[in-house]
């Protein structure tokens, strides 16, 4: 049967997550490896780590932290940000990693995409794409650069071409809800998950568990992408699997998950 | 004849990210080592073949290493084996994804393609439906329906080896036990608890886990 992954994303920058992390009861609340673990002990189907300073030395203190999590924690792992080369991928998913995303540089050159597909396969090859609601016209445009570069793009032919390339999974973040806890923005994860054959993992915006229940609905999303619902402490993974699970949404029970 | 004998040998054969297999198994106090000659590979207690990606690109690499050889012998000699997703399905005669590539053969039949009107690849946790009536020793200790981890676009058939489908467009093989010979569809290095408990059984029959656990 179909289910619905409920993935928490880690934002990374120097080894340490950033954007406010409230654990008072983890010892090191900044510690991707200790929060990986805790959300995997919660019920998390999988995990998302991004990498934000996307430099070089960023990228080597990246892989020991994948290392590191790949020792304790055995779900999948997905890891983004700066990833610009087939060797940049093949650092990570030999660290353990299970998938690799890529932003701008398959946007650069789509080529990339290709590339990594062939090599590792195309369920190691996650395609993330910053979109923003046209002003004028209708429709979404792709940005790069944490969301700060139009590129005239639009989102959904790019989301259709990434596919065609042979990515095995999008990652779909709305621009304009990222950060605002409002909800995703269910027209465009509607428009591209149900348009495209490819599981769409649904990002931005999440304030609330009825954003998630909608993104699944109403959306259509294949997976369900948190971050500060989750750091905030406002609400653990179990709690959203089991609301999820009371709304019709099938999931992953939490119960004998963890552990 | 380098390595010690009496491991078990997890087929690195240059393939993705095939060191998660081997992270767990050492996770579970096993004696597991990452073999890319095969001359490290003699008399292994158990063999495991991972696999991600293309079924074309893993039998080509798998040939290339030399490492199908370890493989074939461990089969034919009756060591316990396990063929985790494209490892698994290169035990097939081959695949729908790469016509004219041969797998091993030492399972009956063509891998196929997922059903159609889903998603695919299928990127998710399903859970396990135990068919044929026996109980698998793979999946001994686990709940009756456990949830486990998939990533694929191609399965093989069912068949008499089937011991447990999941439902995705329809029902998709995701276990097979004959004798030595074990696979999973699913990724039980990335199941959690539950896949840890898939491979606990695998090391178990090899004996070549930690006699203190």
């Known amino acids: 049967m179909r289910s619905v992954r409920v993935i928490p994303c880690l934002d990374v920058t120097g080894g340490r997550v950033v954007k406010g992390v409230r654990f008072v009861d983890l010892a090191d609340a900044g510690d991707p490896v200790a929060l990986a673990a805790r959300y995997d002990f919660e019920g998390a189907d999988e995990l998302a780590f991004l990498d934000i300073t996307a430099s070089h030395e960023g990228r080597d203190t990246m892989v020991e932290v994948v290392e590191r999590t790949a020792e304790q924690v055995f779900i999948p792992l997905t890891v983004g940000g700066g990833v610009r080369s087939a060797e940049d991928a093949r650092r990570l998913l030999r660290a353990g990693a299970e998938k690799v995303s890529v932003n701008t540089a398959a946007l650069d050159a789509p080529d990339l995409v290709a590339r990594l597909a062939d090599e590792f396969g195309s369920q190691c090859v996650v395609v993330a794409v910053d979109a923003r609601r046209r002003v004028e016209g209708g429709g979404w445009e792709v940005y790069t650069h944490g969301g700060r570069r139009p590129t005239g793009v639009d989102a959904l032919a790019w989301c259709a071409r990434a596919a065609e390339l042979g990515a095995g999974e999008l990652l779909l973040t709305s621009m304009d809800r990222d950060g605002t806890r409002d909800g995703y923005d269910l027209e465009l994860t509607a428009a591209v998950s149900g348009s495209l054959r490819v599981p769409v993992i649904a990002s931005g915006g999440v304030g609330t568990l009825e954003h998630l229940v909608d993104g699944a609905l109403i959306g259509k999303a294949d997976a369900l992408l948190a971050a500060s619902i989750f750091h905030s402490g406002q609400h653990s993974v179990g709690e959203a699997k089991a609301y999820l699970e009371a709304r019709g949404v099938v999931v992953r029970p939490s119960a004998g998950a963890g552990g | ?213």
């Open chain 2, 1 to 213: 004849m380098n390595g010690p004998s009496g491991d078990i040998v997890v087929l690195d054969y240059g393939i993705g990210n095939l060191a998660s297999a081997h992270r767990a198994l050492v996770r579970l106090g096993a004696r597991a080592r990452l073999v890319r000659d095969p001359a490290e590979a003699a008399d292994p207690a158990g063999v495991v073949l991972p696999g991600v990606g293309a079924f074309g690109r893993c039998a080509e690499a798998l040939q290339a290493s030399g490492l199908i050889d370890v493989a074939r012998r461990a089969i034919e000699t009756g060591t316990p084996f396990l063929g985790i997703c494209v490892g698994l399905q290169l035990l097939y005669e081959g695949s729908a994804e790469a016509p004219g590539t041969p797998g091993l053969g030492v399972v009956g039949g063509v891998v196929g393609r997922l059903p159609a009107g889903v998603k695919c690849p299928q990127i998710q946790w399903n859970q396990l439906e135990p068919l044929g009536g026996r109980p698998a020793e793979l999946l001994a200790g686990l709940p009756e329906r456990p949830w486990m981890y998939f990533v694929h676009s191609y399965a093989p058939p069912i068949g008499p080896e089937t011991v447990a489908a999941c439902d995705y467009g329809g029902p998709v093989a995701a276990a097979i036990e004959r004798d030595n010979l074990w696979g999973t569809q699913f990724h039980p290095e990335k199941s959690g608890t539950l896949g840890l408990r898939v491979l606990a059984n695998f090391v178990a029959r090899t004996g070549a886990g930690d006699p203190r656990r």
